[in-house]
Each structure stands twice: as structure tokens, then as C-alpha cells.
């Protein structure tokens, strides 16, 4: 971890050395993606003893695991789903197909890895789960992958204890309508045990939002 640590940090006062050369050898300046994007100036890194402490603190910090890591670390292990339904369309009743999700943690308990397999429309589903807790935004953060598509699926969202929902939202890449469009995901955790995936997503008429898959999940003995 330290060695991690220690490659990082020398690596960002490299990057903060090169900053300062920002321009090509007929002197005009290289045009970045943070040019275009960024709105916030980027401080300096620190040059002096007690600033590089304070900004290797703060990486330390970042890369320990915290309350909210072993919150998610609570659901390692296989989870089944008997009837998962799912809506193409919300005027017709719902396919069902039975799902298992298998839940492990790694990279030092930082991050929760989803592996779940199902059935969509009659074919074998296979999707990869990613998620962790952001402790500088504060934000759980998640990325997803399947075989149903090529793109990646990225959510952010939050904790709340007293519904015990971890709600997240983001984007995904929508072929038919070659755009993306929002999808949402609730995570309900019950009193005995299991908890309730709810998906959704831009309806058909491309105002509404429309739940598209659902199901609860219990933990397999």
C-alpha cells in the first residue's frame, strides 16, 4: 500500500513539474481536455516538507477503506433471485427469469465486484458490477457492463439510512435512439435479509421515466 502510495504522490509532483512546459516547440500551447472542460483552477502541488506531508496524508486517506466500504463489504456472497421481472414494454405484463449475483470485495475491501447472471428475452444475460465509495465526493460510484451492449454504464448516488436505499443515477448508452439517456438504480434493503434491485429508465415516449426490471433478492444458504 505504501509503495502504491508513494508511486502515486511522486507521480502527481512529476506531473506538477511538467505542468509548467505547456507549450509545443513553436511555442504555442497544448490545448487539453481540462482546457476545455474545467471551470475550477487547478492549485499547484506543494513544493515544501509540510505541504507534501499533508497532500501524502490526504492520498493515505483516501486509499483507506471507511465505514462506508464495510457497509458494502456486508454483502459479499451469493445472492438468488427466483422471478426477476422485466418490462419492454409497460403496457404488457412482465417477463420473469431467475437471477444469482455473486458478491465479492477486493482491492483492500475498497471495492465491490458484481458478478450476475440472468436471462433477457430468452437469452443468457452476463453483467459485471463495480462499485465503490468515493471518499472525496462522498458519493457511492458505480460502473457496469454486459453483454446485452458494448457500453459502459456509470452511476453515482447515495446511502439513506433511515429507508435503508442506496440510490444511484447516471447515464447509458441507448442504440436505438443513438443518444444517451438516463437510467436509475434502488437498491431497498428489508428487515429479514433481502433486498429489492429496481431499474429504470427513459420511457418510450422519451419524457417519462419507465421501470424496466425488478426483483428481490435473498441470500443464498
Known sequence: MKQRLLFIFTATLFLAACG???KK???TKYVTTSDKTSTAEIPPAPTDSAGMAAMMKA???FATPGPEHAWMAESAGTWVCDSVKQWMDPSQPPSTASATDVVTMTMNGLYQVTDFSST???APMQGHGLMGYDKMKKKFVLSWI???GSGIVRME???NKSTKTLSMSGKQSDPG??????IRQELKFHDDGTYTMSMYGTGHDGK???KFMEGTFRRKK
Do not use: A, F, I, P
Not at 177 to 182: G, Q
Open 177 to 182: 435512439r443513438n443518444m444517451e439517456t438516463d
Open 20 to 22: 509548467g512546459n505547456d
Open 146 to 148: 454486459d453483454n446485452m
Open 25 to 27: 516547440e513553436d511555442g
Open 208 to 210: 417519462s421515466e419507465q
Open 59 to 61: 492520498w493515505q486517506d
Open 157 to 159: 448516488g447515495d446511502y
Open 120 to 122: 433477457m428475452m430468452g
